[in-house]
């Protein structure tokens, strides 16, 4: 294809400039911005062709690129726009069935240098260079539409404001003193909270070395995650109130766990009564999320959230200790469905990502002679790369088998039992039911529908992560 290169109706060198030109985009389809430019004569020529492929690996950043700001894409290590120092950032966003805008995906800033990293301040960092100044280009996913039709709907410049940065900064500490130790093999989006470490590679099998240490590591990229993207369109794109209120003080140097830990920590020994009663809660007419409600008042919160777990898409989690020194309940996970796993890969399953991407926050209670709850402290966790490479693994790729090949099940001794894991044979997770009653099922692949389930952490290895963590 012949390409005719356009003359740059922008300022290279001026940031404004470039946002200015770049707001021509709103309201337009990938395909408009290639009809418009005489680079492409037909916009079903081979090139839109490929793009609209499933298998279109170059990223809709690529053609605005090329078809829109007119400059020759290449594996430059500076920002897009070096002049000006602005990276540019084409993302996708989706509507909820409840009408909310939320980030499709984490944003993937710039690959991981294992061997730079550990020579690098956070302001040094390749990282900084790229992400200090993007313009953030948001276009609209629709499923089952095809690529060049999708909706391109804001474009502002973005930096992450003063509040989030020492977070961030946190974050980029946080990956890169494990990389300096030797951990870069451990690794996972869940140990921190707007920055994380994404896996990227072409395969799974992709192994690179890493300093002070012979064991290979996945490739990553320093990425902003999808909550926090979520965040940015819903309040920095799209200037709205903030739903909930801030717990972090970042006039001080203590990082946000620790602050948030020791809010907690100043009601430890409490009882649950007590706690009602300092917080004017009803004890007796007390709501089902009563622990998690006190969680946020102990933080400072009149709602039920924080705006820091909003941005990090932190789960808070209650989690009781009962007089026998025991956890009653499993942690349940959202439902699988059923003709969906069997079309994943272990790599890039629906189970997968939410454990690597996904942070805890646990309060948890114990119970005393009087058979009472009082607070025993609280721990921010995320599921160790060795447990999620190991007996979880596992766990899903038994029960994808069980599905694609035939669920089991035996009734003989009178309540239902299938050929799901179990408990008993992983030290971990299990498979069990999570519906309102029997009938409650989704679809088999092989015909016929069953009770849905879900993934369980067992309450065993709940308990034994809490004993490690805070030693109790």
Known sequence: MTYIKKAVEYDKTDPHSIEEYSQKLIGKTFGDVLRADAAVEEPQSAYADSVSSRNYKG????????????YDINSDSRPDFPEAGVELKVTPYRINPNGKKVAKERLIITMIDYNAIINETFETSHLWSKGKLMLLIYYLFEKDVNKLDYRIDYSKLFTPPQEDLKIIKHDFEIIAKKVKEGKANELSESDTMYLGAAT?????????????????AKPRAFSFKSTYMTYVLNHYIIPTKPEYEKIYDNTVSTPFEEQVNRKI????????????????????????????MLAFRMLGTKGNGAEEFEKAGIIVKSIRIGQNGKIKEHMSFPQIVFTEIVKEKWEESTFREYLEGTRFFFVVYGTNDSGELYLKGSMFWNVPQEDLEGDIKDVWKETRKVIAEGLKVDTSSGRQCTNLPKQADHPVCHVRPHARDAKDAYPLPTGGEFTKQCFWLNNSYILAQIKKNMHI
């Open 200 to 216: 990227k590679s072409s395969t799974s099998v992709v192994r690179r070395k890493q300093p002070n240490s012979d064991i290979p």
């Open 59 to 70: 990223g809709m950043g690529n053609l605005i690129e090329a078809h829109f700001f007119h």
């Open 265 to 292: 920590s100043k009601h430890v020994g409490e009882t649950v009564s007590e706690l009602c009663s300092e917080y004017d809660i009803s004890y007796e007419k007390a709501p089902k999320n009563l622990e998690s």
